[in-house]
């Protein structure tokens, strides 16, 4: 199958690329993260997957585009609801790039992390399947967690350690 990969950092990505290959399926990358803060560290984690996708050929689209003041303005009046805006804005885009350039399919390294809500990305990611006459392709790859770390430390990847918006910084520091 021809899969689409929203990748939202490179060391997330390692080991859903591998299984995906190692199934067989064609796999497209696409770096989406438009709420990344503050802008270093967005540049950090675009740099950091370039240099992945270039070191495992994996071809690779990106969107640039840094809309922070976007998602503060959604997010802002109930942070407590920011993952689902964050996870809707970027399967967004990423089904509409998997329809734009005839995938099958599509999926998220999101659901390589144990920090994120798998369910609500899983029904998400099920409805724009639909919208766009695709397939979600769902598999639980939180199994390979520390193999990710792993690889991720031998291959000398940038690692960050925060999800990656203001709040989820914040909270790093808060404890």
Request: aromatic content about 14%; proline content about 2%.
């Amino acid at each position: 199958m021809n899969i689409l990969l929203h990748i939202c950092c490179a060391n997330c990505a390692i080991y859903p690329v591998t299984m995906l290959r190692q199934q067989e399926h064609e796999v497209t990358g696409f770096f989406y993260n438009h709420n990344i803060h503050p802008y270093q560290e967005f540049r950090k984690r675009l740099d950091t997957t370039r240099e992945y996708a270039g070191q495992v050929e994996l071809p690779l689209l990106v969107n640039d585009n840094y809309h922070l003041d976007e998602f503060l303005a959604q997010v802002a009046s109930k942070p407590e609801e920011r993952c689902k805006y964050c996870y809707q804005s970027r399967l967004r885009l990423a089904a509409e790039q998997a329809h734009k350039i005839g995938a099958e399919a599509f999926t998220t390294t999101l659901l390589y992390s144990r920090y994120q809500q798998h369910d609500a990305i899983v029904e998400y990611g099920r409805q724009l399947a639909t919208e766009f006459r695709l397939t979600f392709f769902y598999e639980d790859y939180r199994r390979g967690w520390n193999e990710g770390i792993r690889i991720s430390k031998q291959m000398g990847l940038y690692r960050q350690q925060y999800c990656g918006c203001i709040y989820s910084e914040r909270d790093r520091y808060a404890g």
